[in-house]
């Protein structure tokens, strides 16, 4: 996921998302990579090797990502993405990519 280079525009409005699950905001940028991985319908061993992870770790951010989100089990995780691809796309840009507070690298 290339990142675009962003530089915040203070009189810009925030873009309208409709909010899936307030608990979107808990998650960590890693998690958001996760999730998003999930979206593309990958494996834990395809997105353990696109963020140089073990599959194990990958195993547990899915779980957290589940308990944050009240989704149990990693068919209703993959569900919840498939049905909110483009909104959690979009929030991934304005949580993370675009946020001024986050120092996160890719």
Known sequence: ??????????????????????????????????????????????IADLLYLSTKSVVNYRN?????????????LAQFARKHQHELQKLYEVLVVKSPFCEYKQ
């Open 64 to 76: 957290r990502i589940g308990s944050k989100l009240n989704l149990q089990g990693a068919r209703k």
């Open 1 to 46: 996921m290339e990142r675009p280079h962003f530089t915040p525009n203070r009189n810009e409005a925030p873009p309208k998302i409709a909010l899936p699950n307030q608990a979107l905001f808990e998650l960590t940028p890693r998690e958001w990579q996760v999730l998003l991985y999930v979206v593309e319908d990958l494996t834990n061993a395809e």
